[in-house]
């Protein structure tokens, strides 16, 4: 199995680390495991992208350039907001340092353009192999449960109401019956509700995601670059407007965050523990009504990841390469050399042809990248 090295240099507005410590974790990472792919981004400050690909295109790999599409935008862009379906404006979220979880409207034809605009502003000169689409969904369960059903915006409201869906019984049935937003079954990797309406509803979530993706991935492939997506565990993405199925057919590649290990946003104990978190007060056991429809003991587990995959990748028509933590942060991600030798080693079993090592090389990895060299799972 080869691997996709995920490299943070900083959101838009940090300053990057210097050029020469990152060229240097990478040569070591060359060393130890042989030279693979790179996922990097996305400060704009970029004098240190040139030195990179150089390095990166001499040894025959790929850059990607990693941008967020719908979170995490420059306010001077004026983004349009998401608002809930209470009228409110969405609020941010920070877990880690910088980080800016608040999400903005997926319909807004304005903000389908920002990733594109960004990118000519800052990258285009660049000679990137392909563009990586993050945050490309509404937002999770993390910001609590009023945040969590999409964009309540005239615009999405239009939306949804032209596919048929009673946005005044969808209201009523959040504030008097959240439970029914809850799945029953498992079709394939989209959920299915009990309540027609709700289940329309889900599907015209996801299908606002999927048309700003499409408009987003071919306005890349215009430029010359393919597009990659990241996108959650499946065992989560579809809440959040990600169907990843119909996704797929836009992607050269799809990442799923197979995070089993981090307690922030992305990292599945985190997203479980604020879905159960958000479904508490109507009663609901969300987490463990998840593991009943997945049939698993734990959604976190290993054998829970591997089904996830074995699923994308019966169904997906791009290559399916999942993501785990090779970072280690003390308190959030507590990772060990052994866990990312153990996700290596199963999905390389799955026949996975690469994966991605996420999120951030440059976060004291150097341990576990030597793990995964003990098991023999690389391509040196
Ligand atoms: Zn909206």
Redesign the pocket.
């Known amino acids: 199995m080869e691997y996709i090295l995920q490299i943070m240099l900083g959101t838009f507005m940090q300053k990057p680390p210097g050029t020469e410590k990152v060229l240097r974790t990478l040569e070591q990472t060359y060393d130890r495991i042989g030279p693979q792919d790179i996922i990097v981004g996305w400060t704009t400050e970029n004098e240190s992208y040139k030195q990179l690909l150089d390095f990166v295109h001499s040894n025959g790999k790929k850059v990607w350039l990693w941008l967020p599409v719908f979170s995490e935008l420059p306010g001077d862009l004026s983004p349009?907001p998401?608002?809930n379906y209470l009228g409110n404006l969405q609020k941010g979220l920070e877990v880690l340092p910088n980080e800016d979880f608040r999400f903005v409207?997926?319909?807004?034809l304005h903000n389908q353009m920002l990733s594109l605009r960004l990118f000519d502003r800052h990258f285009s000169s660049l000679s990137l192999d392909g563009v990586f689409l993050d945050k490309i969904r509404h937002a999770s369960f993390a910001g609590g449960l009023e945040h969590a059903f999409g964009?309540?915006?005239p615009?999405?409201q239009k939306r949804y109401a032209e596919v048929g869906v009673n946005m005044g019984q969808i209201r009523h049935l959040l504030e008097e019956h959240p439970e029914a937003f809850f799945p029953s079954a498992l079709d394939g990797l989209r959920y299915r509700f009990d309540h027609p309406e709700v289940d329309r509803f889900y599907r015209a979530k996801a299908d606002i995601i999927t048309d700003a993706a499409g408009k987003i991935a071919a306005g890349f492939r215009d430029r010359g670059l393919m597009v990659a997506f990241d996108v959650f565990a499946p065992v989560v993405a579809y809440f959040m407007g990600q169907d990843i199925e119909k996704l797929s057919k836009e992607a050269s590649f799809m990442k799923p965050m197979m995070y089993r290990i981090t307690h922030a946003p992305a990292g599945l104990p985190f997203e479980l523990e604020h879905l159960d978190q958000a479904f508490a007060s109507s009663g609901y056991k969300a987490a463990s009504l998840l593991q009943r429809i997945w049939d698993k003991e734990s959604m976190c587990s290993a054998d829970a990841a591997d089904e996830q995959i074995a699923r994308m990748q019966g169904s997906c028509a791009a290559s399916v390469y999942p993501g785990y933590e090779i970072n280690g942060i003390p308190g959030i991600c507590d990772n060990t050399p052994d866990y990312a030798a153990e996700c290596a080693k199963r999905y390389s079993k799955l026949g996975v042809k690469k994966s991605v090592l996420s999120w951030n090389l440059l976060a004291d990895t150097d341990r576990n990248i030597s793990g995964l060299k003990r098991t023999g799972q690389y391509n040196a």
């Open positions: 349009d998401t608002y409207c997926p319909s807004s964009c309540f915006c615009n999405c």
